[in-house]
């Protein structure tokens, strides 16, 4: 279990003045735990639920933390669209929490849009697809690409922090999103080619 501060009025139905926790699971106050706990406030501290109080919490008294099973994830995935034209459309849908909150996939995640050949050997055919209107695009003509197993590669800007996505439907040989993780990730671990 992972857990992070935020400002209470944060929550959904914490704009309601005279019942601010309801619907909450667990709301305490006056909370002691031992030194050596583990930080399970519910469970090793000892503690008042606020709706037993005598001592209401006004503005500036009350920290909530937002609790997940995870601290991070993330789930990618791409579709591609052909054309007569011999142009693709290529569409990379990033879905991402962070404590169990939405994540701003717009404004913290970049994705680039790879081929790969059955060696493993990677393509880069835009390397700053464009969000808009929650998903990741690029429109390329693909009537001259020799190998069309095509990846996502979705990154958390400044982390080694990503994610991938394979369509394989116009490919040669079966691509498996472990294989192609794992190469991805050497790949940035060696400096993305870089020397």
């Known amino acids: 279990m992972y857990g992070m501060i935020m400002d209470p009025y944060d929550f959904d139905n914490l704009n309601e003045k005279h019942d601010p926790f309801h619907g909450y699971e667990f709301a305490a106050t006056d909370i002691e735990c031992d030194p050596d706990s583990d930080g399970s ?3 090793d501290c000892t503690h008042t639920e606020y709706w037993e109080t005598a001592t209401p919490c006004d503005d500036g008294e009350v920290l909530a933390v937002r609790c997940a099973n995870e601290q991070f994830s993330m789930g990618t995935y ?12 290529f569409l990379c849908e990033v879905e991402a929490e962070k404590y169990g909150a939405e994540y701003s996939v717009k404004e913290y995640v970049s994705a680039a849009l ?10 880069i055919l835009d390397s700053d697809m464009i969000h808009k209107r929650s998903k990741f695009r690029s429109k390329l003509r693909t009537d001259d690409i020799d190998v069309q197993c095509y990846v996502c590669m979705a990154s958390v800007q400044n982390t080694m922090i990503f994610d991938v ?21 050497q790949w940035m671990m060696n400096g993305m080619g870089e020397e």
């Open 41 to 43: 406030v519910q469970y």
């Open 114 to 123: 790879m081929t790969r050949s059955e060696a493993g050997e990677y393509t």
């Open 165 to 185: 996505a394979i369509n394989d439907e116009s490919c040669d040989y079966a691509m498996e999103e472990v294989t192609v993780f794992s190469e991805i990730l």
């Open 78 to 89: 791409l579709t591609v669209k052909n054309k007569r034209s011999g142009k693709s459309r």
